[in-house]
């Protein structure tokens, strides 16, 4: 299901985000091989080829090529339900790079800039890419893939989907890491009682001071 951008402007996110800054002054139709950069020195030569579904270009290298086919149905099953939360529709294909494990995905050249230790857990978007990966767990691959979308889909409610618009407006909108990266994971795995209890855990055994420790 496409929305479309006059109906759906991410007005919530700008609801939400006001509050908190106030707060705290299936189917694939072809398979296409692409290169990306060689800028680090890889243990293994990528390969790529992608798998291209209605809204998204699934990039898998050797050995990937069933995991792209599970990231692609989900990121299609998925995407009409991030775009009801953010009020915004996607309004391009986006691009996913999946990686078959965590350690191939710190060999590779992508996101040479990232400290993929210290991540936080909240998927990366390089280049306009999803940068995803594959620890063994279907479910935390799943939600790689939502915080994806609703990465993306906010950067373009925030930024605009064009690239040079993006530049611009990033370097004019300056928001909080811990605003965005909250929203995202918000959007990818709402509220639920186990994250209840660990805030409330982590609240009673001091380990937050303030909130800007918590945020």
Do not use: C
Not at 18 to 35: P, R, Y
């Amino acid at each position: 299901m496409q929305f479309q951008q006059n109906k759906l402007n991410g007005k919530g996110f700008f609801a939400l985000a006001s509050a908190l800054l106030l707060f705290t002054t299936g189917i694939f139709s072809q398979v296409n091989t692409v290169e990306f950069g060689k800028n680090r020195v890889q243990y293994r030569k990528f390969k790529w080829q992608y798998y291209q579904t209605d809204n998204f270009n699934a990039y898998f290298y050797q050995d990937g090529q069933n995991i792209a086919k599970y990231v692609a149905q989900i990121a299609e099953q998925e995407l009409p339900d991030i775009e009801k939360f953010v009020e915004y529709g996607l309004q391009r294909r986006a691009n996913i790079a999946i990686y078959n494990n965590f350690d191939e995905l710190k060999q590779s050249n992508i996101g040479l800039t990232l400290d993929w230790q210290t991540t936080g857990g909240i998927t990366k978007l390089v280049n306009n890419k999803m940068i995803v990966y594959f620890d063994g767990n279907h479910e935390h691959l799943r939600r790689q893939i939502r915080q994806g979308i609703a990465r993306t889909l906010l950067d373009n409610v925030l930024f605009g989907d064009d690239l040079g618009e993006f530049a611009a407006n990033q370097a004019l909108l300056d928001l909080p890491q811990w605003l965005t990266d909250g929203y995202v994971d918000y959007a990818a795995e709402n509220w639920s009682t186990d994250l209840d209890d660990q805030l409330k855990s982590a609240l009673l055994a001091g380990t937050y001071n303030n909130f800007y420790q918590l945020a």
